[in-house]
């Protein structure tokens, strides 16, 4: 919701390697419950306008569970399979809105 996306086309070198994939994401770094415990919902809407972001849910309580703190750091994520000849990055896209079905 409030760290870049990242376009990336792979493989480049290894496709045996990574299975003729590229990474989906960076993972989570704490469960759901966890992030309920630490964010809530009205907290990081609040915060993330602060930052221009829109975020659009039916549910501050899903917006809580997907706190960007909730994640491993995408840019090392995105940064480890560019430079293993994974993936290559392609372009960084700034979120403006987020919408949570």
């Known amino acids: 919701m409030g760290t870049p996306s990242v376009i990336m086309v792979g493989p480049v070198l290894r496709s045996?390697?990574?299975?003729?994939?590229s990474c989906h994401g960076a993972?989570?770094?704490?469960?759901?419950h966890q992030a309920l415990k630490q964010w809530h919902g009205r907290q990081m809407v609040d915060?993330?306008?602060g930052r221009g972001i829109i975020i659009k849910s039916p549910s501050l309580r899903g917006v809580a569970e997907e706190a960007p703190g909730a994640y491993k750091?995408?840019?090392?994520?995105?940064?480890?399979?560019h430079?293993?000849?994974?993936?290559?990055?392609?372009?960084?896209?700034?979120?403006?809105?987020?919408?949570?079905?």
Request: proline share 2%.
């Open 16 to 21: 045996e390697h990574a299975f003729v994939s």
């Open 73 to 81: 750091d995408s840019t090392a994520v995105v940064e480890a399979a």
């Open 27 to 32: 993972g989570r770094r704490l469960s759901r």
């Open 47 to 49: 915060e993330l306008r």
């Open 83 to 101: 430079l293993a000849g994974l993936s290559r990055k392609v372009a960084t896209l700034e979120p403006v809105i987020c919408i949570k079905g």
